[in-house]
Structure formats: structure tokens, C-alpha cells
């Protein structure tokens, strides 16, 4: 078994899910980035994990929805440049960031695997790409940020929403780990070797969001 991040052998069994749902499901850390990972016997298929999200309430109108995206929302729009042009990757079934950061006088395209399949986003570059409540569900996160970082422009931003594994001090009792399509997990060690082996930046950091700059 090998790291899907950072392609390091021999992770260690971090922990074994022993009740339903999900019993069985292992948890295993890399010793060299950090990553807690679900491996892929575990995963759900695409039909099965599309169910799940079609039932998410991601709703513009919803004011709770907005304070939520904004944990993200607020560092980045003090470190975009005027008029900058982003894309929302992986929007979901309701975007709501994109629309927020139009109103804030920036433009944003949405792209969704499931709701917003257009290839064509993929094919450009822009100021800033977003990416919330997405990485935490992709089974080859070294292709997905690869990707990501190639959409950038010299200098551009990428913002990273996802509840860091820090805060779980109880792994077990974790939410964020019971959610059967989370399947990654990052901590700060894994968000510093993302920085330094795509060389960017990190010009934002907490407990939930992350601000890449590429060089």
C-alpha cells in the first residue's frame, strides 16, 4: 500500500472502524505527509456517493449556508486582485460561493464532476481557483491538486476548504470521519508538503481553510 498523496510505502493502520455504519472501514497514516486515508476497497461507487450529495441542501438563498462559505470566503477576497477571474471546482448541486464572489465584483465559473460537467473549464487558467468541502471526498488527491494547481496562472490562488485533521482529538467521536464519503484527511504537516512539492505559497491558514499561492 502506498500514500495516494505523497506516494510513500508502508502507511500504518491509524484506526478500524468497529461499529456500524461503516464497520470494518479502515483508516490508515502516512508516516511522511501526514494523510489519513480510506483505502479503496472502502470507497463508495459513484452512483452511491452521487445519492449522498443529491440530498445535500447547498442553497444560495440559505443565509447559514453563506456563513459557512464564508470561513473561506473572507481571507480570499482580501488577497484577490480587482476583477480577478476564478473557478468553483467541485460546486456541488447548489453553487453559492461562485454567486458570492460575483456579488464581491470578481467572476467565477462553476465545475462539478456530477452537476457541472463541462471539460471546457478545465481547459483554461484563471486568478484563483476554489475548491470547498472537496478534498476530503477525492480517492487520488495527488491528481486532483495537480490538477488544481495547473489551472493557475503564475501568482494565482488556490483557496482549500476542509476540516483539518488537527482538530479531531477524538477520532473515534469524529463527524467528520463518520461522513462514509470523506475518505482523506489533512493535517498541517500534509498541507506544508502539498506547499513544498507544488512550490506555492501559504499566504492563509486555520483550522478550516487553506490559501495557496503558485509561484
Known amino acids: 500500500m502506498h500514500c495516494p498523496l505523497c506516494q510513500a510505502a508502508e502507511p500504518q493502520l491509524f484506526y478500524l472502524q468497529p461499529k456500524p455504519p461503516n464497520e470494518g472501514r479502515e483508516y490508515w497514516q502516512c508516516g511522511h505527509c501526514d494523510l489519513i486515508f480510506v483505502p479503496a476497497e472502502f470507497h463508495l461507487d459513484a452512483a452511491a456517493e452521487k445519492a449522498i450529495y443529491d440530498h ?102 488556490l483557496a482549500v476548504m476542509t476540516r483539518s485533521s488537527e482538530t479531531a482529538t477524538d477520532f473515534a467521536n469524529w463527524g467528520y470521519r463518520k461522513d462514509s464519503t470523506h475518505i482523506t484527511f489533512y493535517g498541517n504537516r500534509t498541507f506544508a508538503w502539498i506547499a513544498q512539492n507544488w512550490q506555492l505559497k501559504v499566504l492563509f491558514q486555520d483550522e478550516r481553510t487553506v490559501i495557496f499561492q503558485r509561484a
Open 56 to 157: 445535500h441542501q447547498n442553497n444560495p438563498e440559505d443565509a447559514g449556508y453563506r456563513a459557512f462559505l464564508s470561513q473561506t470566503f473572507n481571507p480570499l477576497v482580501e488577497l484577490l486582485p480587482p476583477a480577478a477571474e476564478g473557478l468553483d471546482f467541485g460546486c456541488g448541486p447548489g453553487p453559492t460561493l461562485s454567486l458570492m464572489l460575483e456579488e464581491a465584483g470578481f467572476s467565477c465559473a462553476n465545475y462539478d464532476i456530477y452537476y457541472a460537467n463541462d471539460p471546457d473549464k478545465l481547459a483554461r487558467t484563471y486568478d484563483f481557483v476554489t475548491c470547498t468541502e472537496v478534498v476530503e471526498h477525492v480517492a487520488q488527491p495527488q491528481q486532483v491538486i495537480d490538477q488544481l494547481v495547473r489551472l493557475l496562472r503564475p501568482e494565482g490562488i
